[in-house]
Nanobody
Framework: QVQLVESGGGLVQAGGSLKLTCAVT????????MGWFREAPGKHREMVAAINGKGEDTYYTRSVVGRTTISRDNAKNTVYLQMTMVSPEDTALYYCAADLADDIATISDAGYDYWGLGTQVTVSA
């Protein structure tokens, strides 16, 4: 059984920064590629970033490149998402997800087997 719990969401002013945390309960955390997704009102859920099990390979969607960092601490079974220079376009429900795979195999949410309930991020103008 894999359980994911996100935290760190809230109200952020435009131009500010945020840090989301995902705590994962699983026996072999390093066997999972982890992803952060977001879903804004009226839009499809999209991958924001992903990181492979060893933390050596990462992916970022174009709109967050250069201002976002995904990282993981395998000793703590935790994955993080740090984002700077946020804008109202970053407002969304952010989800953490896990894929039992050695590396980043897909950016589609269909490829991820386990999901948290999400944490809301709202960026005010």
């Amino acid at each position: 059984q894999v359980q994911l719990v996100e935290s760190g969401g809230g109200l952020v002013q435009a131009g500010g920064s945020l840090k989301l945390t995902c705590a994962v309960t699983v026996l072999a955390f390093r066997d999972y590629t982890m992803g952060w997704f977001r879903e804004a009102p009226g839009k499809h859920r999209e991958m924001v970033a992903a990181i492979n099990g060893k933390g050596e390979d990462t992916y970022y969607t174009r709109s967050v490149v250069g201002r976002t960092t995904i990282s993981r601490d395998n000793a703590k079974n935790t994955v993080y998402l740090q984002m700077t220079m946020v804008s109202p376009e970053d407002t969304a429900l952010y989800y953490c997800a896990a894929d039992l795979a050695d590396d980043i195999a897909t950016i589609s949410d269909a490829g991820y087997d386990y999901w948290g309930l999400g944490t809301q991020v709202t960026v005010s103008a």
